[in-house]
């Protein structure tokens, strides 16, 4: 993804301020322990909605939990109403949780809306503060005002094993309401801190997934059926396997977009993780190289918004939709938060066929290849297959499209929104198309098919990039960034939550490759935050300290691998990425490998580079 430094909202949109509004220091992936499977992902807030009455809640002040007039819920009826009278006023809420100490990572996450008659843009008169315990967590201000509801997070990881009285406190002046108001609190666990598994292969393997589905009229409604086949590459047994349902991030818990029912194959847990992973425990464990199939009902419904999973208006944008397995390797099972600044997403290589039924009015560009057959009155039926891919997005509207081919022999579809004029999708074309060239000349030849982009200029993130298929603006530099992604998380995998790096900065690398950047001049203007501060900083860290993201694994990470190329040589720099993309061909790459293979490219000792360049793994 390609972030920009600002966002246009939609209803239920989140604002950069839910990118920013965090205090404590996330955990880098190297200072994480080892983990396995021994922890059970929980949510231990109870009643975090509200909509069961005030237990086990303690309000300062009866009423503070309500659903009377003046504010709304996130979700549901009730909410938490804190101040909001323009006097002199204190409101707090509180409960006992207990974190528990079987798993790595721990995550508070609420929903707030900061309503103030406050006119300051910059001083904090009334105040919200979150407490564990003595310890502050986060404040925010009435200079957090927003429209809506705003997500916040906050990694409390550190206080696995401990029962903490968590709490929310509202302090307002004595003139000028403001009103703090919470929805949809939780704090899940997930990871652990038992030893890892003897065998560290990567499993379930071989994924396959078979969908069937069908639209409402306008695209944004899509019911059916999804199963998924898979094999247990590992010696350690299988006896769970765990659904990645993303976009539940984009919803509620009690009214979430993603709805997995009716089961088969297995029996489903509860929901953990904000809601976006589902176990589901095999009738009997799977010893290496079995094979099992799950299948289930599936339900989405698109929110509003311009973003990789929401509509604009008549266009729906349908990335990270379908649930995918998530991955057990020697770390256990990774089930890492969703994060809006970057990626979370780590998945195995996978084969799909989706079948997508809708009205005939859109037009439904999609991974893979896609062929379209008439089906009842008024309807068509988009069939799309796409093999050894991590990931299956599409999108529904009534599209604009041109196509052509690369001089390279790859089909290339542009579908643009209704704003988008047609000298700007003739240019996308020709970018794109000149970009997989540029990419396939380098790291190998694009597996895909066709290549699909689709264009709106209201997409607040400027580009997303799924396999074989592209969410962008019209930009010739965020639309070759983009399309550089088919190869770095594409076919070259990698851990996106815990190695962001191995995907952004290699594909901005492979960007001013393809743009004739040279990076010189890159470290002009360098400046490190801190000494925590890495290239290779897991996205945890990059959530709390989301200003720093873009240009650390962005701009310092490209500037890294253009210093490298400067000390192996031009040459030598392109086989090494050439012979690292062939070597991990639909596998997946991490930080280890990749020192170790710039490290057998050269008699020159690479320990003081990496060290330089604080890329650490």
Same mark, same amino acid.
């Given at each position: 993804?390609?972030?920009?430094?600002?966002?246009?909202?939609?209803?239920?949109?989140?604002?950069?301020?839910?990118?920013?509004?965090?205090?404590?220091?996330?955990?880098?992936?190297?200072?994480?322990?080892?983990?396995?499977?021994?922890?059970?992902?929980?949510?231990?807030?109870?009643?975090?909605?509200?909509?069961?009455?005030?237990?086990?809640?303690?309000?300062?002040?009866?009423?503070?939990?309500?659903?009377?007039?003046?504010?709304?819920?996130?979700?549901?009826?009730?909410?938490?109403?804190?101040?909001?009278?323009?006097?002199?006023?204190?409101?707090?809420?509180?409960?006992?949780?207990?974190?528990?100490?079987?798993?790595?990572?721990?995550?508070?996450?609420?929903?707030?809306?900061?309503?103030?008659?406050?006119?300051?843009?910059?001083?904090?008169?009334?105040?919200?503060?979150?407490?564990?315990?003595?310890?502050?967590?986060?404040?925010?201000?009435?200079?957090?005002?927003?429209?809506?509801?705003?997500?916040?997070?906050?990694?409390?990881?550190?206080?696995?094993?401990?029962?903490?009285?968590?709490?929310?406190?509202?302090?307002?002046?004595?003139?000028?309401?403001?009103?703090?108001?919470?929805?949809?609190?939780?704090?899940?666990?997930?990871?652990?801190?038992?030893?890892?598994?003897?065998?560290?292969?990567?499993?379930?393997? @071989?994924?396959?997934?078979? =969908?069937? *589905?069908?639209?409402? &009229? +306008?695209?944004? !409604?899509?019911?059916?059926?999804? %199963?998924?086949?898979?094999?247990?590459?590992?010696?350690?047994?299988?006896?769970?396997?765990?659904?990645?349902?993303?976009?539940?991030?984009?919803?509620?818990?009690?009214?979430?977009?993603?709805?997995?029912?009716?089961?088969?194959?297995?029996?489903?847990?509860?929901?953990?993780?904000?809601?976006?992973?589902?176990?589901?425990?095999?009738?009997?464990?799977?010893?290496?190289?079995?094979?099992?199939?799950?299948?289930?009902?599936?339900?989405?419904?698109?929110?509003?918004?311009?973003?990789?999973?929401?509509?604009?208006?008549?266009?729906?944008?349908?990335?990270?939709?379908?649930?995918?397995?998530?991955?057990?390797?020697?770390?256990?099972?990774?089930?890492?938060?969703?994060?809006?600044?970057?990626?979370?997403?780590?998945?195995? @290589?996978?084969?799909?066929? =989706?079948? *997508?039924?809708?009205? &005939? +009015?859109?037009? !439904?560009?999609?991974?893979?290849? %896609?062929?379209?057959?008439?089906?009842?009155?008024?309807?068509?039926?988009?069939?799309?297959?796409?093999?050894?891919?991590?990931?299956?997005?599409?999108?529904?509207?009534?599209?604009?499209?041109?196509?052509?081919?690369?001089?390279?022999?790859?089909?290339?579809?542009?579908?643009?929104?209704?704003?988008?004029?047609?000298?700007?999708?003739?240019?996308?074309?020709?970018?794109?198309?000149?970009?997989?060239?540029?990419?396939?000349?380098?790291?190998?030849?694009?597996?895909?098919?066709?290549?699909?982009?689709?264009?709106?200029?209201?997409?607040?993130?400027?580009?997303?990039?799924?396999?074989?298929?592209?969410?962008?603006?019209?930009?010739?530099?965020?639309?070759?960034?983009?399309?550089?992604?088919?190869?770095?998380?594409?076919?070259?995998?990698?851990?996106?939550?815990?190695?962001?790096?191995?995907?952004?900065?290699?594909?901005?690398?492979?960007?001013?490759?393809?743009?004739?950047?040279?990076?010189?001049?890159?470290?002009?203007?360098?400046?490190?935050?801190?000494?925590?501060?890495?290239?290779?900083?897991?996205?945890?860290?990059?959530?709390?300290?989301?200003?720093?993201?873009?240009?650390?694994?962005?701009?310092?990470?490209?500037?890294?691998?253009?210093?490298?190329?400067?000390?192996?040589?031009?040459?030598?720099?392109?086989?090494?990425?050439?012979?690292?993309?062939?070597?991990?061909?639909?596998?997946?790459?991490?930080?280890?490998?990749?020192?170790?293979?710039?490290?057998?490219?050269?008699?020159?000792?690479?320990?003081?580079?990496?060290?330089?360049?604080?890329?650490?793994?």
């Amino acid at each position: 993804m390609r972030p920009t430094p600002y966002r246009k909202l939609g209803t239920g949109a989140l604002t950069a301020a839910a990118l920013i509004a965090l205090c404590l220091p996330g955990t880098p992936a190297a200072a994480r322990p080892s983990a396995a499977a021994a922890c059970t992902p929980a949510q231990t807030v109870a009643n975090g909605g509200f909509e069961s009455g005030t237990s086990p809640w303690t309000q300062s002040t009866s009423g503070l939990i309500t659903s009377r007039t003046g504010q709304s819920a996130h979700g549901g009826t009730s909410f938490a109403w804190l101040d909001g009278t323009g006097r002199t006023r204190t409101d707090t809420l509180t409960q006992s949780v207990t974190v528990p100490g079987d798993c790595s990572t721990a995550t508070l996450s609420f929903h707030l809306h900061v309503d103030t008659a406050e006119t300051t843009s910059s001083t904090a008169y009334d105040k919200l503060t979150v407490k564990a315990g003595s310890t502050t967590l986060a404040t925010y201000s009435n200079l957090d005002r927003a429209s809506g509801y705003v997500r916040k997070t906050v990694d409390v990881s550190s206080y696995a094993g401990q029962t903490v009285s968590l709490s929310f406190t509202g302090t307002e002046d004595s003139s000028l309401q403001t009103s703090f108001v919470l929805d949809d609190i939780a704090l899940d666990t997930s990871g652990t801190t038992t030893p890892p598994p003897a065998d560290s292969v990567r499993t379930p393997a @071989a994924p396959a997934y078979t =969908v069937s *589905l069908s639209s409402d &009229s +306008t695209g944004t !409604v899509w019911n059916g059926h999804q %199963s998924a086949t898979f094999t247990n590459a590992s010696a350690t047994a299988l006896g769970e396997v765990y659904l990645r349902l993303w976009d539940n991030y984009h919803g509620t818990c009690s009214a979430p977009p993603i709805k997995v029912s009716n089961v088969t194959g297995g029996t489903a847990g509860d929901l953990s993780v904000a809601c976006t992973a589902l176990k589901i425990t095999l009738p009997a464990p799977l010893a290496q190289g079995q094979s099992a199939t799950i299948g289930f009902d599936l339900g989405i419904t698109v929110p509003e918004g311009a973003d990789r999973f929401g509509h604009d208006g008549a266009f729906s944008f349908i990335g990270n939709a379908l649930p995918v397995l998530a991955v057990r390797d020697g770390g256990g099972w990774h089930l890492d938060p969703y994060t809006n600044n970057g990626e979370s997403f780590y998945s195995l @290589a996978a084969d799909f066929k =989706v079948t *997508l039924d809708h009205p &005939s +009015t859109l037009l !439904v560009p999609a991974t893979g290849t %896609s062929t379209d057959t008439p089906g009842t009155s008024g309807r068509t039926v988009t069939t799309a297959t796409a093999s050894k891919v991590r990931d299956f997005a599409w999108a529904a509207g009534p599209f604009s499209k041109i196509s052509g081919t690369s001089p390279g022999g790859v089909p290339v579809n542009v579908y643009s929104v209704s704003n988008i004029s047609s000298s700007s999708a003739q240019s996308m074309l020709s970018t794109a198309k000149s970009a997989v060239d540029a990419h396939a000349g380098r790291f190998g030849a694009y597996p895909y098919g066709e290549l699909d982009a689709v264009i709106d200029n209201n997409f607040w993130f400027g580009g997303m990039e799924y396999p074989g298929f592209v969410l962008d603006l019209v930009s010739t530099t965020a639309l070759t960034h983009e399309i550089a992604h088919q190869w770095w998380y594409g076919i070259v995998g990698d851990d996106e939550y815990n190695s962001p790096w191995l995907d952004e900065s290699f594909t901005d690398y492979a960007t001013d490759l393809a743009q004739g950047k040279t990076g010189s001049g890159c470290w002009s203007s360098v400046s490190w935050a801190s000494s925590a501060e890495k290239i290779t900083n897991a996205m945890a860290y990059w959530d709390t300290h989301s200003s720093r993201y873009s240009t650390v694994v962005y701009g310092y990470g490209k500037c890294a691998l253009h210093d490298l190329r400067r000390v192996l040589g031009d040459t030598a720099m392109a086989k090494l990425l050439k012979d690292y993309a062939t070597a991990h061909w639909y596998g997946v790459s991490t930080t280890a490998e990749f020192k170790a293979a710039a490290q057998a490219a050269t008699a020159t000792d690479l320990t003081s580079f990496w060290t330089q360049h604080r890329i650490e793994g």
